[in-house]
């Protein structure tokens, strides 16, 4: 057939891809995906991990080549966005990294961490004690970051005391500014913060964004997280069609381009 050799090989129903990829990247729950393409939300559900495997590859190839046409990466923006799987009372982390400026995602992990505040005991009354594997997430993030970043890289974040340590043990040779947490503003899904200028704005950026084209992030969901696994595919999805609405700016010279913008 016309797919022999192809992803889409064997499936039945390839003319619903391109539109699930890009309902998915556009905060359509999975149902609602499902009643737009005239599918079984099982399909959507079966396409969403299909649609992942072929958006990871994607993404990992376009930051080779924006190292290649744009140079070495000099000023990266990380931080961690705070969701749940199935219940508040079991949260997950979502540690991120983009290029300063041009908001350009260039890695991102999923870990459960345990509940904090109020909800803490709750949480370990109905769920048992959980594992914080937050650490191991940012490890292996950085474990990556290691192989396409320079060694003199300028590393921007708040005040976290995890991600000082982190960047002293794989990029010793990195400048490392912090910038004091500020409260989040109404607007931006709570992550744009509550000031006239905000240093790491492009990250703050980047994660409302996330929530805001991603159902199950967005806050005051019905839309949760049954497995994180599936939580990195939506996620790896959504950046591969973020990544062609900026090439999309760039091209008709909107945005920040990386040409035109100032280390």
């Known amino acids: 057939s016309a797919a022999t050799g192809k992803p889409a090989y064997l499936q039945k129903r390839r003319r619903i891809n391109s539109a699930v990829r890009v309902a998915l990247g556009n905060g359509m729950c999975q149902r609602a995906i499902a009643l737009l393409t005239n599918v079984n939300v099982k399909t959507v559900a079966a396409r969403l991990v299909w649609q992942a495997k072929q958006s990871r ?62 909800i803490a005991a709750l949480a370990r009354k109905r769920y048992g004690k959980r594992k914080d594997n937050s650490r191991r997430a940012r490890k292996i993030l950085f474990e990556h970051l290691v192989t396409i970043l320079p060694a003199d890289v300028h590393f921007e974040t708040d005040g976290h005391k995890h991600y000082k ?10 400048k490392h500014s912090i910038f004091p947490s500020v409260r989040g503003a109404v607007v931006g899904q709570g992550e744009l913060k509550k000031t006239r200028f905000d240093p790491l704005f492009t990250i703050n950026h980047f994660l409302a964004t996330m929530r805001s084209n991603i159902n199950r992030l967005i806050r005051r969901t ?11 595919d939506h996620i790896d999805v959504m950046i591969d069609v973020f990544i062609d609405h900026l090439q999309g700016l760039w091209a008709r010279g909107k945005g920040v381009c990386p040409e035109t913008s100032a280390d």
């Open 57 to 118: 590859e994607k993404n990992a190839c376009f930051v080779t080549q924006y190292i290649e046409r744009y140079g070495p990466i000099k000023r990266v923006q990380f931080d961690d966005l705070i969701t749940f799987e199935h219940t508040k009372c079991k949260p997950l982390t979502v540690p991120v990294a983009v290029v300063a400026g041009t908001r350009v995602p260039i890695a991102f992990g999923v870990a459960p961490i345990p509940a904090n505040g109020h």
């Open 165 to 174: 340590a982190l960047i002293k043990r794989y990029f010793p040779k990195a």
């Open 222 to 232: 019905w839309c949760t997280t049954k497995d994180p696994k599936r939580l990195s």
